[in-house]
């Protein structure tokens, strides 16, 4: 308003003329005139108050709301519903323009329509000019195209990402293609990002995906473990901008558009087979992105990168960042966690308690409250455990230790009886690990009872077929350990003096009182020392007739009667249960006891006739009534 009091100035108290004022001023002559018809318009005369505000000769001499003089004559939209309508999904500013020019026939076109409300928009939400010191801040995010990718076996397309980087100084630009977006795809992208700038910044500023930012908050925002694993490993920080505000990484957000319009773009033609083979076309052309001259500095983005951020980067770690999953976890009544199926021991005092894992592609690492507890290499196998002894109650380490050499080395040590004791019961099992229990409970006898008992008692329990803990416990309880031995050969055995019990006569080839009846079966031929092809005796071959012994007509019967018709037979045979004769010889002795000892059958006894006793007297006579017990 100050050009306009001088105008007025100049025209009342000088006298000059429109061009005059027009060249003194650096204005038209048209627009001195337009500001005097102005000034008439709104009834102003000069000199004019002196309480008069320059808002207040503006808004008189522009009055008229919706319409603008001069250029802008035209009625012009309520902005403001234009900007709340814009909002709404599926409204565009063409359909917006349209319905204007519906109402207003002779209103402004769709390019000048577009450009009031950009200038009525960028007076509502001002920018703020960022500035980057060089090596601070580097942005990323992932493009919003993506890139086709053809199974050559299968045919399948697959899409993939593209991950997006740029510093904050110098825009230098990284761009990579991946499978997904998922969580070892994001912490893989940014340690080849960072290696492809060749330092570290002071800050990472990503937006807010749920796969680095498991809670989005402008003041505490919760990162992943994983990713806040990954700033420590490299000493930066994260910093996720505000929600839905892309203008807070406005660097990364104009990279993601230059990444498209001149490396997708480019790679619109062009069919991939595998990630490796595209991601090396984007290679080259990220290479010729950044040496590219920027249009309004004159300068490359590699030319700024080497300038400013390059030498304000920290170095990196001697190792790059190798990919861990954090999970929380609760040890079992096993002090063992499960992972992924694998049982993974830590020490048993943190039964119960909830532990923190971080898995990595060959190891297994266990925190508690901060600490380390427990490492582990990766284990395969589900269902399978990996423990360490260390990490077992006394009394678990101690059974743990126990192996099968160990318990035969203990056994020998004690005794060659307890050894063999042990070794049987280990062989009688299907599986030797059935027997450990069996073995351990016999070896810890010794600290009750001492090893010279246990020793004998297991010799004991060898003779007389044990084969259990229980049993050679029984032994030592009893004091059997300490009993002298008994003979366990038959014909060491003292048989009674009785008519009714055969002796050793009978059974071990002496002189026996009635004779076998005739075998009508032709002698067979001599046989070669071995064992018997019935019995299988050591030394049937020598003994028997190679067919079984005479009147025997199985094999069973043979070995029945192998203890007894073999001379000097000791133990009894497998399969022996008893000391009868074979069937043909118990006929013999039946009929040789009948009156006149023939072969014929047995005379029957006549009505009356009292029953025979076992008596001698009573066998002579078999008539004859015995005295004996009034018969």
């Known amino acids: 308003m100050r050009r306009v009091r001088e105008i007025l100035r100049l025209k009342h108290e000088c006298g000059a003329s429109d061009r005059a004022i027009g060249r003194s001023l650096g204005i038209a002559r048209s627009t001195v005139a337009l500001t005097l018809d102005r000034v008439a318009a709104a009834g102003l005369a000069w000199p ?132 997904t977006q998922s969580l070892p795809d994001w912490i893989g992208s940014h340690t080849r990002a960072l290696a492809f700038m060749g330092g570290v910044p002071a800050q990472l500023v990503p937006d807010n995906p749920r796969v680095g930012v498991d809670r989005a908050n402008w003041y505490e925002p919760g990162l992943n473990r994983t990713y806040l694993d990954l700033a420590t490993h490299y000493g930066t920080a994260i910093l996720p901008t505000r929600v839905r505000r892309p203008r807070d990484k406005a660097k990364v957000e104009v990279a993601v558009l230059v990444v498209e319009r001149w490396i997708l773009a480019r790679l619109r033609h062009r069919r991939f087979f595998s990630l490796a083979e595209l991601n090396e076309a984007i290679a080259l052309l990220v290479t010729d992105l950044n040496a590219r001259p920027m249009r309004r500095l004159g300068v490359s983005r590699r030319d700024l990168f080497c300038e400013l951020d390059r030498p304000a980067l ?104 307890t050894a063999r004791l042990v070794a049987l019961i280990l062989e009688s099992r299907p599986h030797p690990e059935q027997g450990y229990r069996a073995c351990l409970g016999i070896l810890r006898l010794a600290r009750q009872y001492g090893e010279p008992r246990l020793e004998a008692a297991c010799d004991r329990g060898l003779d007389i077929g044990a084969r259990s803990c ?27 003096d009785h008519p009714n019990i055969r002796d050793p006569r009978h059974y071990h080839g002496g002189d026996r009182p009635h004779a076998d009846p005739p075998d009508p079966r032709p002698a067979p031929a001599a046989r070669a020392a071995g064992p018997c092809r019935l019995c299988r005796h050591p030394s049937g071959g020598s003994l028997c007739d190679g067919q079984g012994l005479r009147g025997a007509r199985s094999q069973s019967e043979h070995r029945r009667a192998l203890p007894c018709r073999v001379a000097g037979a000791a133990p009894r045979a497998r399969g022996h249960r008893s000391l009868r004769p074979p069937a043909p010889l118990a006929a013999a002795l039946r009929q040789a006891a009948a009156p006149g000892g023939g072969r014929g059958r047995r005379p029957r006894r006549a009505r009356g006739a009292s029953r025979p006793c076992g008596r001698p007297e009573a066998r002579r006579d078999a008539g004859a009534r015995c005295s004996v017990a009034g018969r």
């Open 470 to 496: 229980g049993s050679i416990q029984s032994i030592l309880k009893n004091g059997l350990d300490r009993q002298p031995r008994r003979p366990s050969r038959q014909g060491e055995l003292a048989l009674p």
């Open 314 to 417: 920290k170095p990196l770690p001697a190792q790059a960042y190798e990919y861990a999953e954090w999970r929380l976890r609760r040890v079992s009544l096993d002090y063992h966690v499960d992972i992924d199926g694998h049982y993974y021991a830590v020490p048993y005092r943190l039964i119960r308690d909830q532990v923190e894992a971080r898995l990595t592609a060959r190891t297994v690492e266990i925190f508690h409250k901060g600490e380390r507890v427990a490492a582990h290499l990766r284990g395969t196998g589900r269902g399978r455990h990996t423990t360490v002894p260390d990490h077992m109650p006394s009394a678990h380490r101690r059974h743990a230790e126990w192996t099968i050499e160990r318990i035969q080395r203990t056994a020998a040590r004690i005794g060659p009886s």
């Open 48 to 179: 004019l108050a002196a309480t008069l505000s320059d808002r207040v000769l503006e808004a008189m001499l522009h009055a008229g709301a919706g319409s603008r003089q001069g250029m802008r004559r035209k009625a012009e939209p309520d902005w403001t519903q234009v900007h709340r309508e814009l909002r709404r999904p599926g409204v565009t500013l063409m359909l917006l323009w349209e319905e204007y020019r519906a109402r207003e026939p002779g209103g402004y076109g769709y390019s000048r329509w577009c450009d009031l409300y950009r200038t009525w928009e960028g007076r509502l939400s001002p920018t703020m000019r960022q500035a980057h010191p060089a090596g601070e801040r580097l942005f990323v995010d992932y493009a919003g195209q993506t890139v086709e990718v053809v199974d050559g076996r299968t045919g399948e397309v697959r899409q993939a990402q593209v991950f997006v980087a740029a510093m904050g100084a110098s825009s230098y630009t990284y761009a990579e293609a991946t499978w």
